[in-house]
């Protein structure tokens, strides 16, 4: 196998999820490895944002006393406040990180949530 | 009893707490950062919640991630395991006021216990020897009182800590001049110059007690531990019963450990660390209210289970032991702190992917650990990799062991301390059991 091939061999695994491989031709055998753990794997295409919980507690679309008014189709602004997250006496704000369209709401009020949890997908404008 | 824990802690001390409770029928729940996706603790639990991002005081010591986490799955208890929030009083109290119960002291014992002059005033109320040092600040007087405990001595700045502000004097020639320098320099260091005698204990052994006391005033104490092989103050190797204590002083130790636990109204299980001095006089350190990482040698000679005793404890239930049947025990226990550390140099940490887990089996070895081949030791968190605890019917078999597990061990993808615990069991001093809290130190200059 020359340098070229071994390139190009390594350029495919990275596009799949295999993190080693092993090629053998008779006598010769050859081993790559290459890092494709699921952080460093990032070959998904897409301008959906996620909009993560900023925190593990329970999800609520508004403050208490305040009526939720978020639906899907709504446009939002960068910063604008999406719900907050209660944990234990902490009151976490979720803001939208882009300008755009909310296209999936993926949270229910009440629900617990965990941290990173992704609760809404907005496609940026 | 309790349905449901929440164990506030990551990898082996986690999956040890985790065990137990498997054993008792309780459901486990895991917590864990958003580094921590791929650690063991989080597969051995029934349930695991993401708490955070992979920076400690944002997850594992943020109190209200915990606390929340403990709520949305409905645990009853937590189990904060040993480092992060096991000992802070503001974490134990946030959880009594959220109906949550905290498997550890009170919030009042944690912080009397935790602040050293509180806990000495408690330990000589208790009857327990404590350094012999002056009360308070030394201002005049000084030969008398300093002859009054005895050369040699050290003199501290009141206003220290961490060993800052320390002078050893060993002859009463030197008091004079050590004295002046002592003070100058706490003043340039702290602003205070105020400076206190205590007893140097010149080459001590550290041997502690693990003891455990519940709500119904039931005390109980182990055999002692000594933890000796240390270096900078980390523990490396852990031994009981110690090969310095006989019988007679066994009892003395584990009567003050009772003591002290009666004194402080203390509900739990805690340890009590002692410093010894070569004629066998100990004195009175400091407490740990949590489980500690060398607890498996007192379990593993005594054949009992410190975490089950704790979650008694923590649901209002009698201790399951005797105090007879807590002090009695059978043969002798090492345990082996293996870290991720290059010890050529300096014990710089290593971190990497383990690339080959091969572990020591067979009679009387006991392993905790989370590491497991293709796993990714992360870097925020310390450097332990495991705890080999090996057992045998006395200290010359458990030694031959050690080194016969310790043979067995391969790690591959990053440097371990492996030979470092390979040349602790060979050296002669150790194999005859004198060794003290400097015995690492000229171990390791004895190989440069």
Not at chain 2, 256 to 272: E, F, K, Q, R
Request: charged share 25%; glycine share 8%; proline share 5%.
């Amino acid at each position: 196998m020359d340098i070229k091939s071994l390139g190009k061999i390594t350029k495919w695994m990275e596009s799949t999820d295999l993190e080693e491989i092993t090629w053998r031709n008779g006598e010769s055998k050859i081993s790559l490895k290459v890092n494709n753990s699921p952080e460093s794997h990032n070959k998904f295409s897409s301008t959906i944002t996620p909009v993560c919980s900023p925190s593990i507690g329970v999800f609520r679309f508004a403050h208490p006393g305040k009526a939720a008014v978020l639906k899907e189709g709504m446009t939002v602004k960068k910063g604008a406040e999406l719900g907050v997250v209660a944990a234990a006496k902490e009151l976490k704000p979720v803001p939208a990180p882009v300008d755009g369209v909310i296209k999936i709401i993926s949270v229910e009020d009440g629900q617990a949530v965990e941290y990173g949890q992704p609760l809404f997908f907005i496609e940026p404008k | 009893m309790f349905k449901k824990i929440l164990v506030a802690n990551r990898g082996e001390i986690a999956i040890r707490v985790i065990r137990t409770l498997k054993e008792m029928g309780i459901r486990s729940v895991a917590v864990y950062s958003e580094a921590d996706r791929a650690c063991l603790h989080v597969r051995e639990a029934d349930e695991a919640v993401c708490i955070g991002p992979a920076m400690a005081r944002e997850s594992y010591l943020h109190i209200p991630a915990v606390i929340s986490a403990a709520k949305v799955t409905g645990a009853e208890a937590i189990h904060p395991g040993y480092g992060f929030l096991s000992e802070n009083p503001v974490f134990s109290a946030a959880c009594v006021e959220n109906g949550i119960v905290f498997i550890g002291p009170s919030p009042r014992a944690i912080e009397m216990l935790g602040h050293k002059s509180s806990a000495r005033k408690i330990a000589v109320k208790g009857g327990i020897p404590v350094t012999p040092g002056t009360r308070d600040c030394v201002t005049k007087d000084y030969l008398k009182e300093a002859e009054k405990i005895g050369f040699p001595i050290m003199i501290k700045a009141a206003a220290g800590g961490g060993g800052k502000g320390i002078r050893i004097v060993r002859e009463k020639e030197k008091l004079n001049h050590e004295f002046e320098m002592a003070s100058s320099e706490a003043k340039a260091a702290f602003s205070n110059g105020d400076v206190y005698f205590e007893k140097y204990i010149d080459c001590p052994r550290h041997v502690e007690v693990q003891f455990a006391r519940d709500s119904m005033g039931n005390a109980i104490a182990f055999p002692e531990r000594d933890c000796s092989i240390q270096r900078r103050h980390q523990k490396l190797l852990e031994e009981s019963p110690s090969p310095a204590v006989n019988q007679k002083l066994r009892g003395r130790l584990e009567e003050a450990a009772i003591s002290l636990a009666d004194t402080a109204g203390y509900v739990g299980v805690g340890t009590v660390e002692f410093l010894m001095d070569r004629e066998k006089n100990f004195y009175f350190m400091e407490v740990n209210t949590r489980l500690q990482v060398e607890h498996p040698v007192t379990e593993t000679i005594t054949r009992t289970d410190l975490v089950r005793e704790q979650v008694l404890i923590a649901a209002g239930e009698k201790l399951s032991l005797s105090r007879a049947r807590a002090s009695a025990f059978d043969g002798h226990a090492i345990e082996h702190r293996i870290n991720a550390e290059d010890f050529s140099r300096n014990f710089a940490p290593s971190v990497g992917r383990i690339e080959e887990w091969i572990v020591p089996g067979g009679p009387g070895i006991r392993l905790d650990t989370h590491m497991y081949h293709g796993y990714t030791l992360p870097i925020y968190y310390d450097s332990m990799l495991a705890k080999l605890i090996v057992w045998g019917p006395d200290r010359a078999a458990a030694i031959a062991r050690s080194r016969r597990a310790l043979g067995e061990f391969r790690v591959g993808g990053l440097s371990t301390t492996i030979d470092v615990h390979k040349m602790i069991v060979d050296s002669p001093e150790f194999q005859t059991g004198d060794v003290d809290t400097g015995f690492m130190e000229r171990l390791l200059k004895s190989r440069q």
